[in-house]
Structure formats: structure tokens, C-alpha cells
């Protein structure tokens, strides 16, 4: 069985919590992948780190008493042990150091250098993990997903920000320092004017194609709102979601041309347009993409787990981790 699948099904849970510049996600997950319980609500972020630590706290909390309920009022089933619980595991934007379970720099939460593991360890005396929120997603969908039949593919998150995971012969790839696959830094407007991205840098993919970027280019309050006015025929949404995707089309081209992936696999709630931004990726792609890259991809479609894949692979890292690559 490929590495990321489960061999068995099995008792054991986890908490998965996706903590997104925007929304918090929860799952309780179980071994086999069966999804028992979800949360969500909104990032408190402009209230502080604490505050976004102590609402992922009260989460995972919630999503813990969940499992013993279940367990505890189950005909005949013992209470819940607690070796029955695998851990905690977050995902959150930014480069991470998964090791120590820091989050080293996240523009979207306005964080750096905080020990995120030690937080949740000292509030609960369990195994806890850390990860990249895209590299988390990038998980769920290999070990659930749109990812299984693939050992080499792409997945891209568009939301807030805009980040990506590597899979790379079956392995994550995490970069000599952690940092791989911010394709969302990439810089794709070279304009002396371009947007400044939350980086502190001029142009990003993320300044011009994520959700934030799109909402502020229309002038609306959400990527829906302007998917919702495209489809209603208004010029202004229909032309800056075709360009929002033209330059995630060079983005994505180049990540092609440099991985060669089987499958780029595009989730985040922009992914909720892509019946208007699919074809304008694609073709921008054929026409961007060293032809060679081109012949081994089976396609770029979205992501199959949708709100899900963030929570869910942070659940994989304590239930069904991969061989990591460097």
C-alpha cells in the first residue's frame, strides 16, 4: 500500500484544525479517514495571536469531548482511552518548521517564531503537529483525495493567500529549510506599481490572484461576491477574474515546468469559480509550459475534499503520516 494510505481501519482519532487567515476548521478524524464531527467559525486574528490560539484551543476542546461522548454512550463501549486519541495536528499559512512545530512567519495571521506545538501540548498532554496549511491540504487529498491515484502532483490552495504542496514520488517535499512550495511568493507582476503583497514584496501571485486580491480588485467583499456577479454577466467581476486567473496560470506553469508533476490539484474557496477560471488556467498553462512538462500531465482539476482538505491532512500528520522528503 503506497505510503499515506492506511493499511488498516482502526479506532484511533484525531483532531484536525485548519487555522486560515480567515476561517478555523475542525474534523475529528478517525483511522480510516471517516470524518465524525466538524467546527468552523471565523479567524478572530485582528484580536492577536492569543486570541486565534485560544479559539483553536476552545475547537480542538470541543472536537475532544465529541470523541469521548461517542465513545462513552456507545452501547456497551468502554469510555474512550486515551492512547485511543492519536493527537492534535494544525495547519497554518506560512513557512513552518514542522519539526519543532514553529511557525516560523505567517503574513496572513501577522506571526513569527511562535511555538504553536508547545501551546497546544501544555493545554492538553497530547501529541501535537504542525504543518504548512497547504502542505496539511496537500496530505489530505493524497491520503483521501483527488491526490491518490497520483505519486508526483501539485496542490494548490487559493484563498486568502495562495499557497502549494509538493508530493514528489510519493513524498512531501518540504525544502531544505521547510519552506518549499510558496508558489504564492512567486513574483508574477513585474509592473513598478504592482500590489504589495502581505510578504512586504511587490507582485506575488498572492497580491494578484488570491481571494484577498480579487475581492479588492473588484471592489467587493469576497471572491464569491465577485464569482456571484460574473455569472450575473457584470463586466468589471468577469474581467478581473480572468485576469486574477491568467496569472495563476503562469504560476501554475511554472511550477510545472520545474516539478513536472502528474496533476495540479487547485483548491481554496476561489476553487468554488472554477467553472469560470478553469478554462482561462488551462489555456494559459498549454501556452506558458515548456511542451515536455506537458506530455506526463493528466490534468489540472479541483481539489476533491474542498473545506475539508486543510483539517483533514492536519489530522493525517499524527494518523497517517507520510515519508517525508527533505
Given amino acids: ?137 496537500t496530505l489530505g487529498e493524497a491520503w483521501l483525495g483527488a491526490g491518490r491515484p497520483y505519486r508526483t502532483f501539485i496542490c494548490l490552495t487559493v484563498g486568502t493567500g495562495i499557497g502549494s504542496g509538493v508530493m514528489l514520488d510519493g513524498r512531501l517535499w518540504r525544502g531544505s529549510g521547510s519552506c518549499a512550495g510558496e508558489i504564492g511568493h512567486i513574483p508574477i507582476d513585474m509592473r513598478p506599481d504592482a500590489p504589495l503583497c502581505g510578504c512586504g514584496r511587490l507582485g506575488c501571485l498572492e497580491a494578484v490572484a488570491s481571494g484577498t486580491a480579487i475581492a479588492r480588485e473588484a471592489g467587493m467583499s469576497s471572491a464569491r461576491d465577485v464569482a456571484d456577479a460574473a455569472r450575473r454577466g457584470d463586466a468589471r467581476a468577469i474581467l478581473v477574474l480572468g485576469w486574477a486567473a491568467v496569472f495563476l496560470g503562469r504560476g501554475i506553469s511554472t511550477a510545472i515546468t520545474l516539478y513536472n508533476p502528474e496533476a495540479v490539484i487547485v483548491g481554496g474557496g476561489v476553487a468554488g469559480a472554477w467553472d469560470l477560471i478553469g478554462p482561462i488556467v488551462r489555456r494559459t498553462v498549454e501556452e506558458r509550459t515548456f511542451p515536455p512538462n506537458l506530455a506526463g500531465l493528466r490534468g489540472i482539476f479541483p481539489a476533491a475534499l474542498g473545506q475539508d482538505a486543510g483539517a483533514v491532512g492536519a489530522a493525517s500528520l499524527v494518523l497517517a503520516p507520510l515519508e517525508d522528503g527533505p
Fill in 1 to 137: 500500500m503506497a505510503r499515506g494510505r492506511l493499511a488498516r481501519p482502526g479506532g484511533r482519532l484525531a483532531v484536525g484544525i485548519d487555522l486560515g487567515g480567515t476561517t478555523l476548521s475542525g474534523l475529528l478524524v478517525r483511522e480510516d479517514g471517516g470524518i465524525l464531527a466538524r467546527r468552523r467559525r471565523a479567524t478572530p486574528k485582528a484580536e492577536g495571536a492569543e486570541a486565534v490560539l485560544a479559539a483553536a484551543r476552545d475547537m480542538a476542546a470541543e472536537l475532544l469531548a465529541k470523541a469521548r461522548a461517542m465513545k462513552d454512550t456507545a452501547a456497551g463501549a468502554p469510555a474512550l482511552a486515551s492512547r485511543e486519541i492519536a493527537g492534535l495536528g494544525f495547519g497554518i499559512p506560512g513557512p513552518i518548521d514542522a519539526e519543532r512545530g514553529v511557525c516560523l512567519f505567517s503574513p496572513n495571521l501577522g506571526w513569527r517564531n511562535l511555538d504553536v506545538a508547545s501551546y497546544f501540548r501544555q493545554a492538553f498532554d497530547l501529541p501535537v503537529r504542525v504543518d504548512n496549511d497547504v502542505r496539511a491540504a
